[in-house]
């Protein structure tokens, strides 16, 4: 986020901590009994949905003040539904096969992952010149970039149609410009991340028959929670600050009015106003509560992860699990409006598997930083040879699910979402090879479309040095579609 003007440690432009979400069994020990730990969890999730009775009241009220067809007004039981959808996520990671993710058809040659790299340096030579003729030669413009994309990353054909239609690229420019307006200066870290929220969610309301489009809510909540990872996570922070700035995200987020005392107020309140925008807080107060527990549980997993810890001294599954499918239905409730309990269900786990992801991706961080995760605490006793395999068996898994829902429509973005989660998982083991056996690493490296020195240097030049946001400048200055 922006540097805070009242920040002492000079925090710089851009400086984001790394999400900090952990989702694992206490590290499998066997000698913890399974009916402590399901009555340590039962109690966290009474504290974590304490507002449950509250949005039932409010719905009583809606009853009596405005008669509404009751098919229309239909409240799901969150604590239940997510206390179901953890214990058979949880079965389903543990019952994962840890062998023989890659067959030897998978292995990418020294002379292929060269080509690929050349292939990728051809695009970002060639990908500012090409989007100034978008609208002119959109067909073969596309046509030229999916080449160099498929060579590059090895992404489908399926994916790749599906990112760069024109209805994609005019959500992408969308929301690029919303968040300039937002925020000239908001670094492009940010942004980007915002900016596959954004993606995520257009995608879900696209696949459940509705436009593709940015909504505001779907805007608003897109860097919402970049916000509330930054007030929780930034440790430099003075902590009178930090409390003071978390308790405004809250009384925000709770629609309570507040003094906007800096830029990071006046932001934050133009998030939550675009959620306001579309959804009522005394019709849609399941929206209203799920963004409230995307900031609590947020709260509570930071809290769990803090300095080095024993497993079992703190429940760092319950929080993070907790934590990560919150916010995946908070997401979900504000690019749909509602859901159904099959959809719950669906997204939660799919909240989990991002949490996997992304925890797994900051290992190197959270080791440094003495940061307890199910990852951090497992490297300490031994190799995460299978955790790695566990969590590419994870990410077909939840691509099959995709077909199941909205008759396939989501799958296409998830072959490009579930090829990024792949990537991050080969990329984290190269790059921290010591966590792993010799022979691990040395046989996941075959399977590299491009080395990690190269992505690393990629990132780089895209991100630090700005190459992205002229490419974009670009693109926003002229037309898509016709």
Not at 170 to 182: D, I, K, Q
Not at 271 to 278: G, N, P, T
Not at 361 to 387: C, M, P, Q, W
Request: aromatic share 10%; with cysteine.
């Amino acid at each position: 986020m922006n540097k805070d003007p009242k920040d002492p440690n000079g925090m710089k432009e851009g400086d984001v901590l790394p999400l900090n979400e952990s989702i694992e069994m206490e590290i499998m020990d066997e000698t913890v009994e399974v009916e402590e730990t399901e009555e340590v969890e039962a109690v966290e999730e009474t504290e974590i949905f304490e507002e449950t009775e509250t949005v039932e009241e409010a719905s009583a009220i809606v009853e009596t003040e405005q008669p509404v067809a009751a098919a229309e007004i239909v409240f799901l039981d969150y604590p239940g539904l997510l206390l179901k959808a953890k214990q058979e996520y949880r079965d389903c990671w543990f019952g994962l096969s840890v062998k023989d993710y890659y067959s030897s058809d998978d292995t990418v040659s020294g002379f292929r992952r060269f080509f690929n790299q050349r292939n990728l340096d051809k695009l970002e030579g060639e990908l500012l010149s090409l989007s100034e003729n978008w609208h002119a030669n959109r067909s073969e413009t596309y046509a030229k970039i999916k080449k160099l994309m498929k060579k590059g990353l090895n992404l489908s054909d399926e994916s790749l149609d599906w990112l760069l239609r024109d209805e994609t690229l005019l959500t992408m420019r969308a929301y690029f410009n919303r968040a300039r307006l937002l925020n000239p200066e908001l670094s492009m870290h940010d942004v980007v991340n915002g900016f596959w929220q954004v993606l995520w969610m257009t995608a879900v309301r696209e696949a459940a028959g509705q436009e593709m489009e940015l909504t505001a809510p779907i805007f608003g909540y897109a860097l919402l929670p970049r916000y509330a990872d930054y007030l929780v996570n930034t440790v430099k922070m003075e902590s009178t600050e930090q409390v003071s700035s978390i308790d405004k995200l809250l009384a925000m987020v709770r629609g309570q009015e507040i003094v906007i005392r800096n830029l990071k107020d006046k932001e934050i309140r133009e998030l939550v106003d675009a959620v306001e925008k579309d959804y009522d807080r005394g019709l849609d107060t399941e929206i209203y509560s799920c963004m409230e527990q995307m900031v609590t549980t947020t709260m509570k997993a930071f809290e769990e992860q803090k300095g080095a810890a024993l497993p079992f001294l703190k429940d760092l599954l319950g929080a993070s699990m907790t934590r990560s499918m919150t916010r995946s239905i908070a997401r979900t409730q504000a690019a749909l409006g509602t859901l159904k309990e099959s959809e719950f269900d669906f997204f939660a786990g799919q909240g989990m598997l991002e949490g996997f992801v992304e925890e797994f991706a900051n290992l190197a961080y959270d080791l440094e930083r003495k940061h307890s995760t199910i990852f951090t605490v497992a490297s300490k006793v031994g190799s995460l040879d299978d955790f790695a395999d566990k969590l590419l068996h994870f990410t077909d898994e939840m691509l099959s699910r995709s077909k199941d829902h909205y008759d396939g429509r989501l799958t296409p973005f998830y072959s490009l979402l579930m090829d990024t989660y792949r990537m991050k998982v080969m990329m984290t083991v190269i790059e921290n090879k010591k966590m792993f056996s010799k022979g691990y690493y040395k046989e996941i490296s075959k399977f590299s479309v491009i080395k990690p020195s190269y992505l690393s240097r990629l990132e780089e030049r895209w991100i630090e040095k700005q190459k992205l946001k002229e490419i974009l400048d670009q693109l926003l200055s002229t037309e898509i579609a016709d």
